[in-house]
Structures are given as C-alpha cells and as structure tokens.
C-alpha cells in the first residue's frame, strides 16, 4: 500500500480510505497473536466497531481521553476488555491487539516523508498508546468486580440453613466467621425461622477452626437474637479442643445449650418437639 | 500442607483479613512445630485475639512468628507491634471482663491462659507489644 502523493495528507481520511485493507491486517496480525483462541470472524467484528469509535478521534494525541468526544471509544473498550477477562485472556493480550494497529497504519503509511503526516502518526501512536492502557485499567477494574462476586458469592454459599425436621433448622457453620458473615448467617437464621414457623435452630461449628472472643461473641448475639423471636437455638460441634479453649478464654455460653455432635443437638431438639425416635424391631 | 518456613516470618496488620492471614501463619508454625491440636487451637485463638487488639485497638501493626527452642523443647512465639496508644492501666486491661471497646472483654486476659508464656510491653504513647510462646509438650 503506497499513499497517493497528489492528495492532501491526512491521517483520518487515509484510514478511512483504505478502512477495509486496515481491518483486515489488523484481524490477522492479531488472530496470529492469540493463537486461535478467537477467531478470525469474532475479531473483525469487535474491530469494526472500535475502528467506527476510533477513527472521529484519530486527530487527537489521547491526552484528554478523558474528555467527551471519546465516550463512544472509551465504552467500547471498557466493554471489550470485560469479555476478554471473562473469556481468560491475559491483559498483555488485550493490549497488544490494540497496540497492533499501531503497526499496521505505520505499514500503511510507510512510503510517505510529509513531516505533516510524521506529526499525526506520532499523535496518532500517543492516542494509542493512551487506549491501550485504558483497557489495563479496565482489566483491573473487571478483576476488582469478579474478585468482589465471588466474595459476596463465598459469603452466601458458606451459611446455608437447612432445615433437618419439621420445626428444626440447622447451620453449619466453616471456616472464619467474621461479623460480615455473622451479620450474614444470623439475617439468614431468623429469616427461615419465620417462614419455616421452627422453633429450634441448631448452629454447628465443627467446621470453625478457632473460637475466639469475637466469634463466641457472635455466637450470642444470634442466639440472643432468635431467642427473642421465640426459638430455642443449640450450638453443636464443639470438639475437645475447642471446649479448652473456650474454657481458658473464660468465655460463659450461660444457660445456652451446647452439644458435642449434630447428632445430639437434632435428638435434643426433637425431644422438646416432642418426637421420640423409635428403632424398629426387624425380624 | 503449607511448605516448610524457616527463621521468623512477620505479617502487617492493617485490615481485618491480616488478623486471618497472621491466625493461618501462626497455624502453619504450630503444625510444623508439632504442637498437639489443642494446644495449636489454644496458640491460634490467643493470636486471633492479639492480632484483633493490634488491629482495634493499637490502630495497627505487624506480627512476627517464629519457631523457637529452648535447648529441650521446641515451641512457637508469636509477637504484635503496634505504636498505639498504649495501656495505661495494665492490671485493668488484664482483669476478665472489661474492656475499653465492646468487646467481651476477655481477649487479652484469655490469650495470657492460652498460652505457656506471656510477656506485655507497654509505654503510654508509645505502642505496645505482646508476645507469646507455646512449648511442645
């Protein structure tokens, strides 16, 4: 590709021109760089639509990206940057491909020695320059949102409550209970009191390593808590270990009951509901 | 199992997630050391509430792990940094039951229980720091 030297030299007008061949190059130097790991058909497209965004600002050196002429440039980006993270690519993969264009416009414009155009091609870098870190920002950015799901995601899949009999719900409790999930596993608690009409509530720790203050502490709270709406809430699974420890903390579970296994906080619990467990004679 | 850490290890403490980090490190030592589970419980539980006072109370700081020896038998010591405040009223702070937050008030008092060693270094204005050692039985 050579620019015709009779016409006026201008960046914008030449990619506009030759917007075809570009995209094309474009697609395939990129397709070679992500080793098919997208294909050539959804590359053209995304690029299509960047190149649209692109090409009103291509005068401008990328100092005022922020400004209001690059809202269409800068959603796009944002946007393309986000399904690249959903789909696993690296950041230096989403970056190059719009550092490729770079390339493939200095490939365009190669044959020319206007100072003119020398000035608009170093603008033209810049601009680039700046949209490429952009999709880094939004990259992290997208990180930060995935990392925050699946944080609140944890908080929820960790406390379910499950109810073990009519009128018994239970909670096993793991891992670090901190009061977010406090906060999270008692709001969970007596809400299914509520609607299950329970009036126990076994909360099981075998799966929390350490009980310290503020977990015990926690603990009351929840079990304060449903005992003012009325339910009667056992907690179980306390090891050997952790009954010393709260022991030498000096922390008093009071007229809280408290039982070694499920087991015994489920045959407690029926017993006050009245439900005796039978094991049938088999002949 | 965690790999294997030699010499002392220290960890910031500025966040409530640093007082889960310092809890696992000091779990990771105890284990290592060969500490019966109780007594890890015990050295993991006193260090979640020193770690928790660091954080609460002395605005912030850092903890140091390390496995130790005392020519016959091995152990963990855990310290924790702050340059808060400081405890004015020692006795006080170490009574069970009270506390100058909300908390149960039993943190500090508890964690001298749970361990064999509890040594509380103090100045008004200046910071504190508390270090504990379990031994091996």
């Keep these: 590709m050579t620019v015709d030297a009779g016409r006026a030299q201008n960046l914008t007008d030449l990619m506009r021109d030759s917007a075809e061949p570009l995209i094309d190059e474009w697609v395939g130097v990129v397709a070679a760089l992500l080793r098919g790991r997208s294909t050539k058909t959804e590359l053209e497209a995304d690029f299509r639509e960047f190149f649209a965004a692109l090409l009103p600002v291509v005068g401008s050196d990328g100092k005022d990206i922020g400004g209001p002429e690059f809202t269409d440039l800068r959603a796009f980006l944002e946007e393309y940057s986000r399904s690249r993270v959903r789909a696993g690519f690296t950041p230096t993969e989403t970056a190059s491909s719009v550092f490729s264009l770079k390339r493939v416009v200095f490939d365009l414009t190669e044959s020319s020695d206007d100072p003119q155009m020398f000035r608009q091609l170093m603008a033209f870098s810049g601009l ?35 109810k073990v009999w009519e009128g018994v719900l239970a909670v096993p409790l793991v891992g670090t209970l901190d009061s977010a999930r406090t906060q999270v596993v008692m709001e969970k608690l007596l809400e299914a009191l509520v609607e299950t009409g329970s009036e126990h509530a076994i909360i099981d720790i075998t799966g929390v390593f350490a009980v310290d203050t503020q977990v015990a502490q926690h603990l009351l709270k929840t079990v304060v808590a449903a005992r003012l709406m009325g339910a009667e809430c056992i907690v179980s699974g306390i090891r050997p270990q952790i009954a010393q420890t709260i022991v030498a903390l000096g922390i008093e579970f009071g007229d809280i009951v408290t039982k070694a296994s499920l087991a015994d906080a489920l045959r407690h619990a029926l017993r006050r509901e009245g439900v005796d467990v039978v094991r049938s004679e088999i002949a | 199992m965690p790999p294997r850490s030699e010499g002392p290890e220290e960890l910031p403490i500025t966040a409530d997630d640093d007082v889960v980090r310092v809890r696992q490190l000091v779990r990771t030592y105890a284990q290592q050391t060969k500490l019966s589970l109780v007594d890890q419980t015990k050295l993991v539980t006193a260090a979640s509430e020193l770690a928790r006072n660091t954080l609460i109370y002395g605005g912030g700081g850092f903890a140091r792990v390390e496995e130790v020896s005392d020519g016959r038998r091995a152990g963990v ?14 006795t006080l702070a170490l009574a069970d039951g009270w506390s100058s937050g909300s908390g149960l008030g039993l943190g500090l008092s508890g964690a001298k229980r749970l ?15 508390v270090t504990v050692t379990k031994w091996k039985r």
């Design chain 1, 128 to 162: 680039l320059d700046a949209l490429g870190l952009l999709t880094f920002e939004s990259f992290a950015r997208v990180r930060e949102e995935i990392i925050r799901e699946q944080s609140e995601q944890l908080l929820e899949l960790t406390t379910p409550v499950v």
């Design chain 2, 77 to 90: 010591r855990a310290s924790f940094h702050d340059e808060g405040p400081g405890i004015p009223d020692l």
């Design chain 2, 115 to 129: 361990v064999d060693q509890f040594d509380l270094d103090t100045e008004v204005g200046r910071g504190t720091v």
